[in-house]
């Protein structure tokens, strides 16, 4: 199996909101998305996938993200936590609707902070 990464980065606010009620104070992140794909067999490149497209489409994925002041803002997050789980999940399917063929996405990873991360596999 082959692998590949890409990431990318980008700046928003979000907020969460609580089961009980409340929500945490709108605040913002440097967000940095990281996209792993994979594929038993290389093109005829000898590529997984070229960075620069991965790059691309992760670009793409975000830009709507980059537009609102608050992800919270955004239609796909009207009903779900814009956490760093739920943003994942939100990469990895505008990335599954690029990507088609022998390329599967193995992993989205999503760092609100160094030190923070949640993730989303298939």
């Known amino acids: 199996m082959y692998e590949v990464a890409?990431?990318?980065?980008?700046?928003?606010?979000h907020y969460l909101r609580f089961c009980?009620?409340?929500s945490e104070e709108p605040h913002r992140h440097r967000w940095r998305v990281r996209a792993v794909v994979q594929s038993d067999e290389l093109?005829?490149?000898g590529l997984v996938m070229d960075f620069h497209e991965l790059e691309k489409f992760l670009g793409q994925i975000v830009e709507p993200m980059q537009k609102v002041?608050?992800?919270?803002?955004?239609?796909e997050f009207a009903?779900?936590?814009?956490?760093?789980?739920?943003v994942a999940r939100f990469v990895y399917?505008?990335?599954?609707?690029?990507i088609a063929g022998?390329?599967?996405?193995?992993?989205?990873?999503?760092?609100?902070?160094?030190?923070?991360c949640g993730s989303y596999r298939p």
Do not use: H, Y
Request: glycine residues 12%; negative net charge; charged residues 30%.
């Open 69 to 75: 002041e608050m992800i919270n803002e955004l239609p």
């Open 6 to 13: 890409g990431e990318i980065e980008f700046e928003t606010g």
């Open 43 to 45: 093109d005829g490149n």
């Open 79 to 86: 009903k779900c936590n814009p956490s760093a789980e739920q």
């Open 93 to 98: 399917d505008g990335l599954s609707a690029r």
């Open 102 to 116: 022998r390329v599967t996405i193995q992993k989205v990873s999503v760092w609100e902070t160094e030190k923070c």
């Open 20 to 22: 009980s009620g409340g």
